[in-house]
């Protein structure tokens, strides 16, 4: 039982993850790859604060967001300069940067042999230790994130995101500050992926550079993909999906030196998968909307 | 109406090539990693020898054949793109896919040999740093990294800036190994390519191309 609630924080984790890589690109259809590099500030920061100045979470939280953002703010600037394939190029390279700054900065984040031993979070005084504690705090904050996700996509600013993906030169015709747009959308997505990553580090205890990697925000990318991008419930959905299936593969005896290559499979191939069926599904309904024009 | 589908379709095809990729690139280091295992593999079949000595740095015999072998294959690579039929082809669907069509040129075809040719050249790429170095399943991220910023500080317009760009990012790469610390070579890669993309983001090459410029 204990088990799957385990997995049941894990999947509201990264679903949150997802909800913050959907408001960073689900709406504007720029992939960012750097999604697990803010997880990871999120993350180190919480942790940091937590080891070195015993500060509870509700205080490393928003400071995880804050230097989620500020980490972003450049990021966003230079990234925010190409589309397209070379967005997604430059904020891979980006994690990349991230993810040696992390491994290497060893006065920091003690490099590879990481932080042990980040305080579990306590609520009024009482320690969560239980599984359906932690299931409820994280279902809480997974609320929270997907309120902010869901009012952002309604807002004014969501609206211009849309017509972003669409016709981002249109956009800017009617008036609208696209370079703006997407520079507030990348930051306030790194921001809430931010929120994950300080819970993350408390509910684990222990973090190392390993868990951040570039395949970490190909998982993501994935998940968000696999639930539709810009689809918020769909993100959760996926994110039990991507999640719970190589879980029910131990079931099956697979020996765990295969099921870590297995897992990774899984989710190279939904990815090839998905967006196989969304481009012939798509050429499919554009040619039926051309024949319709060309009988009217 | 028609023709905004169409861009509207052409738009979202951007990044999906990409992506898939990705996914393909994860699916196939995975296999590989179950096949041979996650353990270093040596390729060298005969013993390291000392090599030949260039004033005073020993230059290995795998190492000169490998400037041998990429030089000659980034000729014929230009000769092909320049000379060739083929090679007209595939600038013409870079250029203008709508176009070649109606030329009569078959564009799958053209994409589908040009992705052949491609990925010959990255395995004869992967095969020759295996010769240098030795290989393990993840090797290939690294090359495909540095690949990457070769080819855009290189200018996405033409291959001929290519080996400079290579160069470039090599003697800035081992610079920085050798006055900082060699754990921070790939973070000089992407350093040196977010700087192209702020001060020169057209490349070395500086011709135009579409998708950088907005």
Redesign the interface.
């Known amino acids: 039982m204990d088990y799957l609630l385990h997995l049941i924080v894990f999947v509201l984790i990264y679903g949150m993850v997802a909800l913050s890589l959907n408001v960073a690109s689900g709406f504007t259809q720029l992939i960012s790859l750097a999604q697990a590099g803010f997880f990871w500030v999120g993350a180190y920061t919480s942790a940091i604060l937590a080891t070195q100045y015993g500060w509870p979470l509700w205080v490393n939280l928003p400071l995880g967001m804050l230097v989620a953002g500020v980490v972003a703010l450049p990021v966003a600037l230079v990234a925010l300069r190409t589309v397209e394939d070379y967005f997604i190029i430059c904020t891979m390279g980006m994690g990349v940067i991230l993810f040696s700054v992390m491994n290497n900065w060893m006065e920091l984040t003690r490099g590879p042999m990481g932080i042990p031993g980040i305080p579990s979070v306590s609520l009024f005084g009482h320690p969560l230790t239980e599984k359906w504690e932690w299931v409820l705090l994280a279902g809480c904050f997974y609320a929270l994130v997907f309120w902010v996700a869901h009012n952002f996509k309604r807002s004014a600013l969501g609206r211009i995101l849309v017509g972003i993906s669409e016709d981002e030169i249109f956009c800017q015709s009617l008036g609208k500050n696209v370079g703006l747009a997407k520079l507030q959308s990348f930051v306030l997505g790194a921001m809430l992926a931010a929120v994950p990553g300080a819970l993350y580090a408390h509910y684990v205890s222990y973090i190392d550079p390993t868990s951040f990697t570039i395949h970490e925000s190909i998982f993501v990318l994935s998940i968000i993909i696999v639930g539709g991008m810009g689809n918020l419930w769909g993100s959760l959905v996926a994110a039990a999906f991507m999640i719970l299936v190589p879980e029910a593969l131990r079931f099956v005896g697979l020996p765990s030196g295969i099921a870590a290559n297995v897992r990774q499979m899984l989710y190279g191939a939904a990815l090839i998968l998905v967006i196989w069926l969304q481009q012939t599904k798509g050429r499919v309904a554009v040619n039926n909307l051309l024949e319709k024009q060309a009988k009217i | ?2 023709s ?6 052409l738009r ?9 990729s ?6 196939l ?3 590989i ?2 096949g041979f295992g996650d353990e270093t593999l040596v390729l060298r079949t005969a013993p390291v020898m000392e090599g030949q000595k260039f004033g005073n740095a020993f230059v290995s015999n795998s190492q000169i054949l490998i400037v041998i072998i990429s030089t000659f294959l980034f000729a014929s690579t230009v000769m092909l793109l320049e000379k060739t039929k083929l090679g007209h082809a595939i600038r013409g669907v870079a250029s203008n896919p709508d176009l070649c069509i109606l030329l009569g040129i078959d564009k799958n075809l053209v994409i589908g040999w040009a992705i052949a040719i491609g990925s010959g050249l990255a395995a004869t790429g992967g095969i020759l740093s295996g010769l240098d170095s030795d290989i393990s399943p993840t090797v290939g ?1 690294r090359l495909l ?1 540095n690949s ?2 070769v080819m ?1 500080i290189g200018g996405t317009g033409g291959i001929r800036c290519l080996p400079l760009a290579a160069i470039f990012l090599a003697l800035a790469q081992h610079t920085a190994a050798y006055y900082l ?1 060699a ?2 070579m ?2 000089v ?3 040196i ?2 700087i192209f ?2 001060w020169k ?1 057209l490349g070395l090459s500086g011709r135009h191309f579409k ?2 410029e ?1």
């Open positions: 109406m028609n905004h589908l169409q861009t509207h379709q979202n095809l951007g990044w999906v090539g990409l992506v898939a990705i996914g393909l690139y994860v699916v280091q995975n296999l990693s179950l991220f990294l990457v910023v855009i610390d754990k921070w790939d973070s890669a992407f350093l390519l977010i993309l702020i983001p998708k950088i907005i």
